[in-house]
Nanobody
Framework: QVQLVESGGGLVQTGGSLRLSCAAS????????MGWFRQAPGKEREFVAT????????MYADSVKGRFTISRDSAKNTVFLQMNSLKREDTAVYYC?????????????????WGQGTQVTVSS
């Protein structure tokens, strides 16, 4: 069974940092890529970052490039999202996702497996 469990969300002030973790079952970690998406109230779920699990190649949304870093620890079947210089507009529920496909990596439609989400709130 594929399982993804996020953790690390919380309340932080503008300019602060948080690190999200996504613990995956071993079967999940054999997939092609894992990514992070976020969804703010009243908005569609949007791409944040993704990592190709075998090669370590990464992709980022323009809105987070230079501030967020996605990484993986293959030994622990865990993917991380280090978020620095947080802004109020980063406030959202953050979801971890996994896919076996190599297309549509920037779209939620490209991912079959999802975690339950973790809330990130950035206050001024």
């Amino acid at each position: 069974q594929v399982q993804l469990v996020e953790s690390g969300g919380g309340l932080v002030q503008t300019g602060g940092s948080l690190r999200l973790s996504c613990a995956a079952s071993e079967r999940t970690f054999s997939r092609y890529a894992m990514g992070w998406f976020r969804q703010a109230p009243g908005k569609e779920r949007e791409f944040v970052a993704t990592i190709i699990l075998s090669a370590g190649d990464t992709m980022y949304a323009d809105s987070v490039k230079g501030r967020f870093t996605i990484s993986r620890d293959s030994a622990k079947n865990t993917v991380f999202l280090q978020m620095n210089s947080l802004k109020r507009e980063d406030t959202a529920v953050y979801y971890c996702a996994a896919t076996s496909d190599s297309v549509r990596l920037r779209s939620p439609l490209g991912y079959k497996y999802w975690g339950q989400g973790t809330q990130v709130t950035v206050s001024s």
